[in-house]
């Protein structure tokens, strides 16, 4: 059964410094999102990608956010400067149309 | 404003012991109401969608129900297996797809 799959697992990371979180969407699946969910919170909402452009992001997403679909199964999500307050587990998820499917999520740690 | 309130934030039962869990939503013009399970330190695994009051949708011992205001899942005879959080998430009108999720009920079922 496809999956979405993310990399890494788990990345432990400086405060300030920069990370890069990817994911593999399923396959013939054309909308992509990020969500986060800082331990024992909500399932909250980053941004969304369709057609090689954001088509949504909240207000969480500032300009310390970007993501990326470098090729035709990537999609990233980079954060410049990491702050103490970005840690969290961060879940990938992709549609084809109104169900959304989730990776297992890379557990981001700031220290 | 959208808000999804799940209730109750915990839950213990006796194998075979049947239950509901409950969702109830604020959102002006509901598109989809979804259940998902998540078991600790991985993704919401996608389990249903509901569009309309009225509509019921079943997975082995899982039942979930909508009405205008809530929905509910019902677990029949649950196994250990079954122990999770379950996360219920609406998608809001226009032009989103983002998904609001509640904060989860965490369900455990003892032998």
């Known amino acids: 059964e496809p999956e979405v799959t993310q990399t890494p697992s788990h990345q432990v990371t400086q405060m300030g410094q920069e990370v890069i979180l990817r994911c593999v969407p399923i396959s013939n699946h054309l909308y992509f999102y990020w969500y986060r969910q800082i331990l024992g919170q909500k399932v909250e909402f980053l941004v969304s990608?369709?057609?090689?452009?954001?088509?949504?992001k909240s207000e969480i997403f500032d300009d310390q956010f970007s993501v990326e679909r470098p090729d035709g199964s990537n999609f990233t999500l980079k954060i410049r400067s990491t702050k103490l307050e970005d840690s969290a587990m961060y879940f990938c998820?992709?549609?084809?149309?109104?169900?959304?499917?989730f990776g297992p999520g890379t557990r981001l740690t700031v220290l | 404003e959208d808000q999804v309130t799940q209730s109750p934030e915990a839950l213990r039962l006796q194998e075979g012991e049947s239950s509901s869990l409950n969702c109830s939503y604020t959102v002006s013009g509901l598109r989809g109401l979804f259940w998902y399970r998540q078991d600790p330190g991985k993704g919401p695994e996608f389990l249903f969608t509901?569009?309309?009051a009225g509509e019921e949708k079943e997975k082995e011992r899982l039942k979930a129900t909508l009405t205008k205001k809530e929905s509910f899942l019902h677990i029949t005879a649950p196994k250990p297996e079954d122990s999770a959080t379950y996360l219920c998430?609406?998608?809001?009108?226009?032009?989103?797809?983002?998904?609001?999720f509640g904060t989860g009920t965490r369900l455990q079922v003892f032998p």
């Open positions: 990608f369709y057609n090689n452009e954001i088509s949504e």
């Open positions: 509901l569009y309309s």
């Open positions: 998430a609406v998608q809001a009108p226009r032009n989103t797809d983002k998904l609001i």
């Open positions: 998820a992709s549609s084809e149309n109104a169900e959304q499917f």
